[in-house]
Nanobody, 119 residues
Framework: QVQLVESGGGLVQPGGSLRLSCAAS????????MSWYRQAPGKERELVAR????????DYTDSVKGRFTISRDNAKNTVYLQMNNLKPEDTGVYYC????????????WGQGTQVTVSS
């Protein structure tokens, strides 16, 4: 049974930090591209950051570059998102995503964790 379980969300003041974690099980984690997406109220889900299977390459959406860092620990089947200098516009539900691109593309989603940046 595939599971992606996010944790670490919450309420934080502008300028604060949070660290999201996503614990994976039920698939070969080390072979999957792992990503964090977010969805703000009334907006479409957007890609925030992603990391290749061996962790050698990362990508970020422009609005979080220099503030967020994605990392993974393949021994623990976990992907992280360190979020610093948070802004109100970072508010939303953050989802963990796993994708395998082979002959067929396989995609898994977590249930999401709420991040609220407000004073």
């Amino acid at each position: 049974q595939v599971q992606l379980v996010e944790s670490g969300g919450g309420l934080v003041q502008p300028g604060g930090s949070l660290r999201l974690s996503c614990a994976a099980s039920g698939f070969i984690f080390s072979t999957y591209l792992m990503s964090w997406y977010r969805q703000a109220p009334g907006k479409e889900r957007e890609l925030v950051a992603r990391i290749r299977s061996l962790g050698s390459s990362t990508d970020y959406t422009d609005s979080v570059k220099g503030r967020f860092t994605i990392s993974r620990d393949n021994a623990k089947n976990t992907v992280y998102l360190q979020m610093n200098n948070l802004k109100p516009e970072d508010t939303g539900v953050y989802y963990c995503n796993a994708e395998y691109r082979g002959i067929l593309t396989t995609v898994y989603w977590g249930q999401g964790t709420q991040v609220t940046v407000s004073s």
